[in-house]
């Protein structure tokens, strides 16, 4: 079984700062691209962010120069610095992972994209 938790949602007012985390457990056997996507209401499920194991980043270009994703390979860790935050950055930002699983009955391994609860990122004006 895998977990995905995200923290460090909240309220801040326009142009503040605020920093997600998003910890990933259980029975892992590897992890691939990390990411962020955000959904507000009344709207499609949308890409933030997302990483690679290596490192390599992608960013949605209305993030782009705000937001900085990284990730902690040791401590299964992805995260998320968004800075200069404006109102329509309102919405409740989901942790998603490519990761793969090893049964220990067949001896494979099996990946699939994993989703977390979602964090509320309220930003006033």
């Known amino acids: 079984q895998v977990q995905l938790v995200e923290s460090g949602g909240g309220l801040v007012q326009a142009g503040e700062s605020l920093r997600l985390s998003c910890a990933a457990s259980?029975?892992?056997?590897?992890?691939?691209?990390m990411g962020w996507y955000r959904q507000a209401p009344g709207n499609e499920r949308e890409l933030v962010a997302s990483i690679t194991t290596g490192g390599t980043t992608n960013y949605a270009d209305s993030m782009k120069g705000r937001f900085t994703i990284s990730r902690d390979n040791a401590k299964n860790t992805v995260f998320l610095q968004m800075n200069s935050l404006k109102p329509e950055d309102t919405a409740v930002y989901y942790c998603?992972?490519?990761?793969?699983?090893?049964?220990?009955?067949?001896?494979?391994?099996?990946?699939?994209?994993?989703w977390g609860q979602g964090t509320q990122v309220t930003v006033s004006s």
């Open positions: 259980g029975r892992i056997f590897k992890i691939d691209t």
């Open positions: 998603n992972a490519d990761i793969s699983v090893r049964d220990e009955v067949f001896r494979q391994v099996m990946s699939r994209s994993y």
